[in-house]
């Protein structure tokens, strides 16, 4: 089962990109913050296809 992906806010204005219970990245604007767990989420829709 493939773990939820998500942007949340962080207190000092940035972004924080989660995948389940782990921060990927963080320090982000909201734009890139959104493009990584676009990306992130595209990868994971073709990994699956390719196994």
């Known amino acids: 089962m493939s773990e939820l992906i998500r942007v949340k806010p962080t207190h000092d204005g940035t972004y924080t990109v989660y995948r389940g219970p782990i921060a ?10 959104e493009r990584y767990e676009a990306s992130i989420a595209g990868q994971l829709r073709i990994l699956p296809a390719q196994v």
């Open 24 to 33: 990927l990245i963080s320090g982000l604007t909201r734009l890139q913050a």
